[in-house]
């Protein structure tokens, strides 16, 4: 009988990979704290929705911070 929630007869023998190192790295210098500030108050304001203009911003924050 396999373990619950394994596919197949034997248990999961992978490893995860962590990302490299400073792939996605902190915001220091807070580049990007307008975007963020929006996009938190935007999610208060409409109480944790899933909301288009929230979605909106964090794709912006996003984009801001792999631009970096």
Same mark, same amino acid.
């Given at each position: 009988?396999?373990?619950? #929630?394994? @596919?197949?007869? #034997?248990?999961? %023998? #992978? =490893? @995860? /990979? @962590? @990302? ?6 902190? &915001?220091?210098?807070? +580049?990007? =704290?307008? /975007?963020?500030? *929006?996009?938190?108050?935007?999610? =208060? *304001?409409? =109480? #944790?929705?899933? &909301? +288009? +203009?929230?979605?909106?911003? %964090? *794709?912006?924050?996003? %984009? ?5």
């Amino acid at each position: 009988m396999s373990s619950f #929630g394994s @596919p197949g007869s #034997g248990p999961y %023998a #992978g =490893k @995860p /990979v @962590p @990302p490299q190192r400073g792939s996605f790295p902190l &915001d220091h210098d807070g +580049e990007c =704290k307008d /975007v963020m500030t *929006k996009y938190l108050s935007c999610i =208060k *304001k409409v =109480k #944790g929705v899933n &909301d +288009e +203009e929230c979605r909106n911003l %964090a *794709k912006s924050y996003l %984009a801001c911070r792999m631009d970096r």
